[in-house]
C-alpha cells in the first residue's frame, strides 16, 4: 500500500497540492482524475519519489518514501512521465533495453529474452530495428511503454508459465495513452487489467473520460490541489461528482458496463 498524510506541495507562492491524504491499493488500478493545473502531476512526481512534498508524509509499503533510495525505488517501481525527453539517435531495441539497466547492472541474456517477450506485448517487434527518430508520436509511446515496462519485468517471477507474479511492484503512468491509436489502447487496457490480477499497482493520470472509465477500479478526483473526491470507481463515476470536480456537463449512455458519462459538446 502507499499513502499520503497530509502531503502538501508549494512552489514559491503557488500551492500545487494542499493537505492530500490518500492510500493506493495494490493489485489495483487507480486512476487520477482533474482539470489542467489540478496537481495529478505533482502527485504523481511525490509518488515517484521526484519530488519531495513540502510538508507532510509519503509512505511507501510500510515505510517512509524519503528512507528509500532512487535505486531502491527502481527496482520497485516504473514511471512513464507525461513528457519524454527526446531520445538521441539509438534503434528501439536498444532504447527498451535501457530499462533494464536500473542499477547499472550489465545487460546480460536474461534480459534480452526478457526485452524479446516485452516488445512482443507492447507490439513493437516490427520496430526493433528502427531509429527511434524515425517513429511516429504513437509508436514512440508505445516503445517508452515497453522501456518502463522493463524495468519492473525482469525480475518479476512466474507464478506458472502462462502467468507472471507483480506482487510489491508498481506502475505509475501520465498520460500513458497519448498519441496511440484506439487498437493498441484497447490492447493495454487489457493488459493493464491482467496485470493488475497478477498483483501489480497501477496509479495513472487520465485525461479521456471514456478511457478512464473503461480501466479505473479506484477514483481520485483532484480540484485546485485538493483532493475533491475519492473511492471505487462506481462511486466516483457519477454525473453530479464529475460535473462539479471537472467543470464540464456531462450526460449518461448506458453501455454493456451500465451507464457511461461522456462529456457534453
Not at 27 to 49: D, E, F, H, P
Not at 217 to 244: T, Y
Amino acid at each position: 500500500m502507499i499513502e499520503l498524510e497530509n502531503v502538501s506541495v508549494k512552489i514559491g507562492s503557488a500551492s500545487l497540492l494542499s493537505q492530500v491524504s490518500l492510500r493506493f491499493q495494490p493489485a489495483k488500478i487507480s486512476v487520477i482524475l482533474g482539470q489542467n493545473g489540478a496537481g495529478k502531476t505533482t502527485l504523481l512526481r511525490c509518488l515517484s519519489g521526484w519530488q519531495t512534498p513540502s510538508s507532510g508524509e509519503i509512505i511507501w509499503q510500510g515505510q517512509p518514501l524519503k528512507t528509500y533510495s532512487l535505486s531502491q525505488l527502481a527496482q520497485q517501481r516504473a514511471v512513464l512521465e507525461q513528457q519524454q525527453a527526446q531520445p538521441f539517435a539509438m534503434s528501439v531495441q536498444a532504447l527498451v533495453e535501457l530499462g533494464f539497466n536500473r542499477d547499472n547492472n550489465a545487460f546480460n541474456p536474461r534480459h534480452a529474452q526478457a526485452a524479446q517477450g516485452v516488445a512482443q506485448l507492447c507490439d513493437i517487434e516490427a520496430l526493433w530495428s528502427r531509429n527511434v527518430q524515425t517513429l511516429s508520436g504513437g509508436e514512440l509511446q508505445r516503445v517508452h511503454l515497453a522501456r518502463v515496462l522493463a524495468q519492473i519485468w525482469c525480475d518479476t517471477p512466474k507464478k506458472s508459465e502462462q502467468s507472471l507474479d507483480f506482487t510489491g511492484k508498481w506502475l505509475l503512468l501520465d498520460e500513458w495513452s497519448n498519441a496511440m491509436d484506439m487498437e493498441h489502447q484497447q490492447q493495454w487496457v487489457q493488459l493493464l487489467q491482467q496485470w493488475a490480477q497478477a498483483g501489480l499497482g497501477i496509479i495513472m493520470i487520465v485525461h479521456d473520460l471514456v478511457l478512464a472509465q473503461a480501466v479505473a477500479q479506484e477514483v481520485v478526483l483532484l480540484k485546485e490541489g485538493r483532493v475533491f473526491a475519492q473511492g471505487p470507481a462506481n462511486e466516483v463515476f457519477k454525473a453530479p461528482i464529475l460535473e462539479q470536480g471537472l467543470n464540464v456537463s456531462v450526460r449518461g449512455v448506458q453501455s454493456e458496463r451500465g451507464e457511461v458519462f461522456l462529456p457534453k459538446f
